[in-house]
Nanobody, 125 residues
Framework: QVQLVESGGGLVQAGGSLRLSCAAS????????VAWFRQAPGKEREFVAA????????VYADSVKGRFTISSDNAKNLVTLQMNSLQPEDAAIYSC??????????????????WGQGTQVTVSS
C-alpha cells in the first residue's frame, strides 16, 4: 500500500504560477512512475504529466507542454509539478498517482495503482 499526499494547491490569477508536491508516506518513490492527473467539474479525469523516478524520463499532455514541469526531488522524496502561465481552463483538482515502473511511461488513469486525495487549483480570470 502506498499513501500519497498532495500539497500546494490554491487560488491564483491567470498568468500566475503554482507548485504542487506529491509525497509518499512510509516509502520512497524508487522503482515507481509518478503521474499527475486533473479533474475539473463535469469533466473526465485527464492526464497532465508523468515521470519515471529512475532516470527522470518525463512526458506531458499537449495542453501543458511548455508551461508545466514535473520533477523529482530525491533528497525530499517528492515529485513536484511546477505550473506556470496558468489559465482558467487549468482549474481542477490535481491528483498524483503511482505505479511500479515497467515498460512505457503510461498516460492513462487506469494504469496507476495508488492515488492521493487531490489538491484544488483555482485560476481566476
Amino acid at each position: 500500500q502506498v499513501q500519497l499526499v498532495e500539497s500546494g494547491g490554491g487560488l491564483v490569477q491567470a498568468g500566475g504560477s503554482l507548485r504542487l508536491s506529491c509525497a509518499a508516506s512510509g516509502r520512497t518513490f524508487s522503482s515507481y512512475d509518478v503521474a499527475w492527473f486533473r479533474q475539473a467539474p463535469g469533466k473526465e479525469r485527464e492526464f497532465v504529466a508523468a515521470i519515471r523516478w529512475s532516470g527522470g524520463f518525463s512526458v506531458y499532455a499537449d495542453s501543458v507542454k511548455g508551461r508545466f514541469t514535473i520533477s523529482s526531488d530525491n533528497a525530499k522524496n517528492l515529485v513536484t509539478l511546477q505550473m506556470n502561465s496558468l489559465q482558467p481552463e487549468d482549474a481542477a483538482i490535481y491528483s498524483c498517482a503511482v505505479r511500479p515502473s515497467r515498460f512505457l511511461l503510461r498516460q492513462t488513469k487506469d494504469a496507476y495503482d495508488y492515488w492521493g486525495q487531490g489538491t484544488q487549483v483555482t485560476v481566476s480570470s
